[in-house]
C-alpha cells in the first residue's frame, strides 16, 4: 500500500477532502536546474499542498488527521492502462502507415488517430467497467487527538 498523511479539509458523505504536503526531491537532485519538475516548482511554488478524495467509514472531522492509501496494484494497473494502451495504439498506427507505404503526413495522422482512440477506448472501458472503487484512496487509520482521547 502507498500510504500518505494528510489533514481533512472537507467531509462528505462516506468521502473526505484530505489535504497532504507534496514532496519534493528537487533540493537534493543534481539536474534540478535543468529538469521540468525543477523549473515547474521554481514557476508555482505555491503547489506545495494536494488535494485527495478519499472514501471513509471513520466518525471523522474537518481538521483531523489521517492516513489515505492506495494498493500498489491499483498505480501500476492505472499507469499501465493510461499511458501504455494508447502509446501502443499510436505505434500501431504508424506502423500500419507504414506497412501500406502511405505518405508521411498520413502516416502521422494515423498515429495520432490511433493515440486519440486509444484515449478514448481508455475513458469508455473505466466507465463501463465502475472502476472508480478500484483507483478510490481510502482513509486507512484515523489518527484521534490526544485531547479527545483523554478522560476528564
Known amino acids: 500500500m502507498i500510504e500518505e498523511r494528510g489533514r481533512i479539509v472537507k467531509v462528505d458523505d462516506g468521502f473526505v477532502w484530505v489535504e497532504t504536503l507534496r514532496k519534493s526531491t528537487c533540493g537534493s537532485c543534481q539536474a534540478k536546474n535543468s529538469c521540468g519538475e525543477g ?4 514557476l508555482k511554488p505555491f503547489r ?3 488535494y485527495i478524495r478519499a472514501s471513509n467509514r471513520y466518525p ?3 481538521g ?3 492516513t489515505i492509501a492506495l494498493p500498489e496494484e491499483a498505480v501500476v494497473s492505472a499507469s499501465l ?3 501504455l494502451f494508447p502509446l501502443l495504439l499510436l505505434l500501431s498506427g504508424a506502423v500500419i502507415g507504414a506497412g501500406l507505404e502511405l505518405a508521411e503526413p498520413l502516416v502521422i495522422v494515423l498515429s495520432l488517430t490511433g493515440l486519440l482512440s486509444g484515449f478514448g477506448l481508455v475513458r469508455w472501458w473505466t466507465a463501463r467497467e465502475k472502476t472508480e472503487g478500484q483507483y478510490q484512496p481510502q482513509v486507512l487509520r484515523w489518527h484521534v487527538p490526544l485531547a479527545a482521547s483523554e478522560n476528564p
Request: avoid cysteine; charged fraction near 25%; hydrophobic fraction near 50%.
Open 64 to 66: 483531523d488527521e489521517v
Open 48 to 50: 506545495n499542498h494536494a
Open 81 to 83: 492502462l493510461v499511458y
Open 60 to 62: 471523522v472531522a474537518e
Open 39 to 42: 523549473i515547474l516548482n521554481r
